[in-house]
């Protein structure tokens, strides 16, 4: 199963997770652990994969541009590419593997985030037994950024054994504990969710049905001002944002390379025993990436009285290649789940102070919503 925070807090006693500054508190999330920059990045010319057996330092003497001291605020320019080494580095048992995935405001900042390792030739692939540093690949692909060292813009999960839920699992889990409903159907109208190789869910151009015309989507501006990453809720959204309402989308056509931010139209519920991982980029549905921000921790949308079970979920939208059209309960994506190793300490929501729990349709923590 997925490893849990007390699984975590255990490895780090034993030298398995390894930190060059000790943990900060909430760092340990309830089934993954936040990755921190260290104190130097590299602005590279072009990302890169080494190769087999190969470290990842030995690519700079070719690639490296310059370097910048994170331990004062740096500037990361749009379409730039920075190389950092974390804080953090493993010493993993032959039995335990994992992977990364950008933080959910990491996604919604459009900012392009890859886990590096020594020698291996795959992104945010961390395989069993691993012993060395990591490093992370950053390049922000819409907004200039300010980053420092210590900032958390990936998390790691890790895993031991076979995790994978099966569909006839989640067609039994949803009979238990429903993982998904239709926020605009009443409970007892509700059909059964699309279970086929994961958990499919639509997007949601319809918005609140109480306001005349609703916004229902974000879309980036272009040419703005840096985001501090330590700035929560410092910056006014409309000098980011291009607010899309439902009369502005009939059809939605999304055009190549903008970035949008929209919603779900169901509620997801993730039950306290299980995590899940959003399939970021699926042909299937056109060539459309959903999430940039994949890991969802055990308690998302989950009610601890059985009566408002579901929480939207927030898409990091990109089209690419050829403009593409959207429509209202469209198909667009879908949830892998994962068993836990053991049921976690914490679960997601406003006790460890998450902060998106309850969300609707939101904005990354760092601008005002209105």
């Known amino acids: 199963g997925v490893l849990v925070d007390t699984n975590l807090h255990a490895l780090v006693q034993q030298g398995v997770l390894r930190a060059s500054h000790p943990l900060i508190e909430g760092q340990v999330q309830p089934a993954s652990v936040d990755l921190r920059l260290g104190p130097k990045a590299y602005r590279i010319q072009a990302g890169f994969l080494p190769r087999a057996g190969e470290p990842v330092a030995n690519y700079l003497a ?77 390049s922000p692909l819409t907004f200039p950024i300010i980053a420092r060292a210590g900032d958390r813009l990936s998390q790691l999960r890790l895993r031991q054994g076979d ?19 239709d926020l605009y159907q009443p409970l ?70 903008e970035f949008y931010i929209f919603a779900s139209r169901e509620g997801v ?4 025993t299980y995590a899940a991982e959003m399939v970021a980029y699926d042909t299937r549905i056109g060539e459309i990436r959903v999430h940039y921000a994949g890991f969802f921790d055990p308690g998302f949308g989950y009610d601890p009285t059985g009566s408002a079970h579901g929480t939207t979920a927030v898409l990091e939208v ?4 050829v403009p593409c059209v959207l429509n209202d309960a469209q198909p667009i994506g879908r949830f892998l789940f994962e068993r836990l190793l053991q049921p976690s300490t914490t679960l997601y929501g406003s006790g460890i102070a998450s902060n998106y729990a309850g969300q609707g349709l939101k904005l990354a923590k760092q601008f005002r919503m209105e």
């Open 62 to 138: 070719n690639l490296s541009m310059y370097e910048l001291d994170l331990t004062q605020p740096q500037i990361f320019e749009k379409g730039g590419v920075y190389l950092v080494p974390l804080m953090e580095s493993l010493a993993l048992p032959p039995h335990i593997q994992g992977g990364a995935s950008p933080k959910s405001s990491t996604g919604r900042l459009d900012i392009f985030v890859r886990l590096l390792l020594d020698g291996v030739g795959t992104y945010d692939t961390v395989p069993a037994g691993y012993t060395g540093p990591l490093y992370l690949e950053i």
């Open 163 to 181: 995790v994978a839920v099966s569909d006839a699992e989640l067609h039994q889990l949803h009979a238990h504990v429903p993982i998904m409903r």
């Open 188 to 257: 007892l109208e509700e059909t059964p969710p699309n279970i086929e190789g994961g958990l499919w869910f639509s997007i949601d151009l319809h918005g609140d049905v109480q306001a005349p015309n609703p916004v229902i989507g974000y879309r980036a501006k272009h040419h703005t001002q840096p985001v501090d990453l330590a700035r929560v809720g410092g910056y006014n959204l409309h000098q980011y944002w291009e607010p899309i309402r439902r009369n502005d989308c009939t059809p939605l056509i999304l055009y190549p390379e």
């Open 269 to 272: 519920c993730i039950p306290p």
């Open 318 to 321: 990109r089209a690419h290649d």
